[in-house]
């Protein structure tokens, strides 16, 4: 059975920190590894991964897959209150429809 | 702006009764996807579709059916509601060509009573 499964459920910090969610995968037919931030509705795309040790990076965010041991890191540096949001790991499997495996999500709060 | 609209955005409705929700889309897309999320599990995948009439299970399809009857719609209906049915339904849908990640509309809160 595919299993996403992230650290630290929750988490919090003061503003200014630097923090990083873990995401460990048991995934058959692995394609990608996507990160979505969600705060009160819709999960948004923040990065897809495809290859082993290439980071993506936008602003304060990046992310970084190791297709070996099988996990990805999603570091925020400088945090902002505007951080603060339920973090979703997701693997994509192969095949047509190309389906995605969440974990539970990660709970960041931010405290100024 | 995904053009992704889901409807109703809220609904509480009693153990029992038939209920359907609506994704509609405005870009074509070929796959949509209907996911529900509870605490706890993040979403699970429910039901997904790749093209009119062409539609398969996913991991918690149990007591869901989904029809798409347009490339625009994709409904999802709970034949008969139970509360274990009570969540947060997501419908996302995927472009198509190369590395595209899925997209998400805003959700429906269901409420099973």
């Known amino acids: 059975e595919d299993k996403v499964v992230q650290s630290p459920l929750s988490l919090v910090v003061h503003e200014g920190d630097t923090v990083t969610l873990n995401c460990s995968y048991e995934v058959t037919n692995f394609r990608s590894l996507l990160w979505y931030k969600q705060e009160k509705k819709a999960p948004t795309f923040l990065f897809m991964l495809t290859s082993s040790g290439i980071e993506k990076k936008s602003g304060r965010l990046s992310s970084i897959l190791d297709k070996k041991e099988l996990f990805s890191i999603l570091n925020i540096t400088a945090t902002q209150t505007g951080d603060s949001a339920v973090y979703l790991c997701?693997?994509?499997?192969?095949?047509?429809?190309?389906?995605?495996?969440f974990g539970q999500g990660t709970r960041l709060t931010i405290n100024p | 702006d995904a053009g992704i609209t889901q409807s109703p955005r809220h609904k509480v409705t009693e153990t029992g009764t038939p209920v359907t929700l609506r994704c509609h889309q405005t870009?074509?897309?070929?796959?949509m996807y209907w996911y529900r999320q509870d605490p706890g599990h993040g979403l699970r995948l429910i039901h997904y579709?790749?093209?009119?009439?062409?539609?398969d299970k996913g991991e918690v399809s149990d007591g869901y059916s989904v029809s798409r009857s347009k490339t625009e719609d994709f409904l999802l209906t709970l034949e008969s509601a139970t509360s274990s049915q009570t969540s947060v339904y997501f419908c996302?849908?995927?472009?198509?060509?190369?590395?595209?990640?899925?997209?998400f509309g805003d959700g429906t809160r269901l409420s099973i009573l």
């Open positions: 579709s790749y093209g009119v009439k062409d539609t």
């Open positions: 996302a849908i995927r472009p198509q060509g190369g590395n595209q990640p899925q997209h």
């Open positions: 870009e074509n897309h070929r796959y």
């Open positions: 997701a693997v994509e499997t192969r095949g047509g429809a190309q389906k995605l495996v």
